[in-house]
């Protein structure tokens, strides 16, 4: 298997991530224990179970720990809009932000599709 760092998925959820934290340092200082700080956990969540991932040696495992970047890219998508519902930052600079994520979303579910196909491959034997 491939090195995280080698992966499109990694390098585009570290990207989001400085982004995050980009724009959360923006934020209004009263969100620093709220919102601001809840998007940046999401945010590093990402490519961090994404590495850790990687590194633990199974595909079931990895597979695993792939859902659960997908799972945090999905609660980032969420406070993505409720900081346009409450007006936290430009409409237009958080449109940017969502599309990144629902790239690396659907990024991360081709990468665990193809794990579990090749997962699912029985070896084949010569007669």
Known sequence: MKS????????NAMELAANIYQLTSNYPKNEVFGI????????VSIPSNIA??????????YIRFL???????S???TQLELSI???MAERIQIEKLQEKTTTILKMLRALIRSLKATSNQ???TNH
Do not use: C, D, F
């Open 4 to 11: 995280h760092k080698e992966l499109n998925v990694w390098k």
């Open 36 to 43: 601001s700080s809840q998007m940046r956990r999401a945010a």
């Open 52 to 61: 850790e991932g990687s590194a633990r040696g199974s595909r079931k495992e």
């Open 67 to 73: 859902y659960i970047a997908a799972g945090s890219a």
């Open 75 to 77: 609660e980032l998508e």
């Open 85 to 87: 519902r409450t007006k």
């Open 122 to 124: 029985q070896p084949t």
